[in-house]
């Protein structure tokens, strides 16, 4: 279902928009492939701003046990010293997320 938010032209809320497999999968991905590069983290933003390389990620532990690790992004990624989306600021959409 697809509902539309009155006073809020072009919002819409899906209800349920993935199977129970999809929920399963994404949230798999959200721990393992997401905080991974191409897609921008507090770690790695943090790397940049402090001029410094990305710390190594470990490879045998899912990410969402790294203790620093607060977020990652994937598609349009948020600049919040400039507070805006820049279009050529992005990634590619996983898939399934499209």
Same mark, same amino acid.
């Given at each position: =279902? %697809?509902?539309? %938010?009155?006073?809020?032209? !072009?919002? &819409?809320?899906?209800?349920?928009?993935?199977?129970?497999?999809? =929920?399963?999968? &994404? %949230? =798999?991905?959200?721990?393992?492939?997401?905080?991974?590069?191409?897609?921008?983290?507090?770690?790695?933003?943090?790397?940049?701003?402090?001029?410094?390389?990305?710390?190594?990620?470990?490879?045998?532990?899912?990410?969402?046990?790294?203790?620093?690790?607060?977020?990652?992004?994937? !598609?349009? &990624? &948020?600049?919040?010293?400039?507070? %805006?989306?820049?279009?050529?600021?992005?990634?590619?959409?996983?898939?399934?997320?499209?």
């Amino acid at each position: =279902q %697809v509902f539309a %938010v009155e006073g809020l032209p !072009g919002f &819409h809320f899906i209800s349920n928009p993935f199977t129970d497999a999809e =929920q399963l999968s &994404h %949230v =798999q991905k959200c721990f393992c492939e997401y905080p991974r590069p191409p897609h921008p983290t507090n770690i790695s933003n943090l790397a940049r701003i402090e001029g410094k390389p990305c710390p190594p990620l470990p490879t045998d532990t899912p990410l969402a046990y790294t203790p620093d690790l607060r977020w990652a992004t994937v !598609g349009y &990624h &948020h600049d919040w010293d400039t507070r %805006v989306y820049d279009p050529a600021n992005r990634t590619p959409m996983p898939p399934g997320l499209e």
